[in-house]
């Protein structure tokens, strides 16, 4: 078989594909496309994204802004390759505009070199895949869903009826022995998708049943517009430095390191009228960050260690980034790692 086609769609990513460890081989062939089987979803326009991939909480910065009320409560968190994600979190993918609750009592995770999001509980019996798709159709995922789904070659569910479609939510339900499964493929308007499977013993059926329709009920889509705002602001200030230009009158130069793994490092500096050249440092808190979009409004959400989530607004202009209408110039980070 050949592997599905992949666009890497962030920095971290850009290596070529590298097997799956167990004890996640039983996904890899969902990633697989071969003829009779698995359809024709290797197509470029029906290609699978890795997204990143930036890991980040809410969070809260020590200048200018306050706390945000109106920020949510649930964590959220950037879908990022090796990070597991408990149950509760808000997993967002914000290069495909996709967010969904990952359900209570299991975790997910993408792995390194993988290319669909696993599930497994230590609570729950069963295991489960989520697939973020773009450039899809309701017939290419009704196409898909009406096939056998092998996730190895002795690990085959058969269709027990046909795919059921309800406008832009396509269902289904599997059987093997004593193995069944459950799936739910929802399309968003931009043409991006998700498509949900569990499996497990068949005395489950009913709760995997419940558990597609909750991950399909959490299930938030944006725009391809807010997606593309998205992408281009993590790679603006992905793995960058954010500095304060030194002014007149301004004696505290102050320095943001926002890195590709979702963490941030925030210094801000005291400076001698004796030694100008030789700052100390001040002030230092570290955490982690994300992006967020709001009609025209552009915002960096962070949080520091053990502390809440604050918004400011971001701006840029070619020459200067802009927190909350402060400048600062960009350069990459030397403290990243």
């Known amino acids: 078989m050949s592997r599905l086609d992949c666009t890497v769609s962030w920095q971290g990513l850009k290596d070529t594909v590298s097997p799956i460890p167990d004890p996640a081989r039983r996904m890899t062939a969902w990633t697989e496309r071969g003829k009779g089987s698995l359809g024709d979803w290797g197509r470029p326009h029906a290609r699978l994204l890795l997204v990143t991939i930036l890991a980040a909480s809410l969070a809260q910065w020590s200048f200018a802004s306050s706390i945000d009320p109106l920020l949510p409560r649930v964590q959220v968190e950037d879908l990022r390759v090796g990070q597991f994600y408990q149950g509760g979190t808000r997993l967002r993918v914000p290069f495909l505009g996709i967010s969904f609750m990952v359900p209570r009592d299991w975790r997910m995770r993408l792995p390194a070199g993988g290319q669909v999001l696993h599930m497994d509980s230590a609570r729950k019996p069963g295991i489960g895949i989520a697939l973020l798709l773009d450039e899809v159709t309701l017939d290419d995922l009704e196409s898909r869903l009406a096939e056998p789904q092998a996730f190895e070659a002795a690990y085959v569910l058969d269709p027990t009826g046909p795919v059921e479609r309800k406008g832009s939510r396509l269902s289904a339900s599997y059987l093997h022995g004593d193995q069944v499964g459950r799936a739910v493929a929802l399309l968003g308007t931009a043409g991006h998708a998700v498509v949900y499977l569990m499996a497990g013993p068949k005395e489950e059926a009913e709760y995997y049943e419940t558990l597609v329709d909750q991950l399909a009920k959490s299930t938030q889509f944006v725009s391809r517009q807010t997606a593309e705002r998205l992408r281009a602001w993590y790679e603006r200030l992905s793995g960058q430095m954010l500095r304060a230009p030194m002014t007149p009158g301004v004696r505290i130069p102050e320095e943001w390191h926002l890195c590709d793994d979702g963490s941030f490092l925030h210094e801000m500096h005291k400076v ?66």
């Not at 992006?291 to 607004?313: W, Y």
């Open 272 to 337: 001698s009228p004796a030694s100008p050249d030789q700052p100390q440092r001040g002030f230092r808190e570290s955490g982690t960050w994300r992006i967020d979009v709001h009609g025209a409004e552009t915002n960096l959400i962070a949080t520091p260690q053990n502390d809440l989530p604050r918004r400011f607004t971001l701006q840029d202009d070619g020459n200067h980034t802009y927190l909350e209408s402060k400048p600062f110039l960009r350069d990459l980070s030397n403290r990243c790692l």
